[in-house]
């Protein structure tokens, strides 16, 4: 039997070197979190932790991760919203009708929606940016 190689080691090379440093300074019984994951985070943005080899950790607390950190809450403000889909490259009109008209009866949830909008993501360093690029009220003729 072959034994399987993880993707990702977790901690990190620098996150361990960094962590055995640091633990003949950490008080017993404190940073249970850091003692158990033996994670070095670097910073914060938004939801997300970076340790200090890059890995991007979502922070399911509620901003309490981040935030003990002392890293600012996401400036932007939310918009509740719904992914329908994401499309990488260009595909024919027709490509995508398979697949949502398999899930066409699918109940997910309710809600209130006012409009349908086609949105191009950009990812950059500092952040993802969001165009829209057409908004169809509902209700009106297209």
């Known amino acids: 039997m072959t034994a399987v190689e993880p993707l990702l080691r977790i901690p990190g090379p620098l996150s361990?070197?960094?962590?055995?440093?640091?633990?003949?300074?950490?008080?017993p019984g404190t940073q249970s979190v850091a003692l158990f994951t033996?994670?070095?985070?670097?910073?914060?943005?938004?939801?997300?932790?970076?340790?200090?080899?890059?890995?991007?950790?979502?922070?399911l607390l509620a901003g309490v991760g981040v935030a003990s950190l002392g890293y600012p809450k996401e400036?932007?403000?939310?918009?509740?919203?719904?992914?329908?889909?994401?499309?990488?490259?260009?595909?024919?009109?027709?490509?995508l009708e398979p697949v949502l008209t398999v899930q066409q009866n699918r109940v997910v949830g309710g809600f209130t929606a006012s409009s349908v909008e086609l949105i191009?993501?950009?990812?950059?360093p500092s952040g993802a940016v969001y165009t829209t690029l057409v908004e169809v009220p509902f209700g009106a003729g297209v």
Do not use: W
Request: glycine share 6%; proline share 2%.
């Open 120 to 124: 191009k993501s950009e990812l950059r």
């Open 75 to 95: 400036a932007r403000a939310f918009t509740p919203h719904l992914t329908l889909a994401r499309i990488r490259d260009r595909v024919e009109a027709g490509a």
């Open 38 to 59: 033996r994670l070095t985070m670097d910073r914060g943005e938004g939801a997300f932790l970076f340790d200090l080899d890059g890995n991007r950790y979502t922070d």
């Open 16 to 27: 361990q070197a960094c962590f055995d440093a640091e633990a003949q300074y950490l008080a």
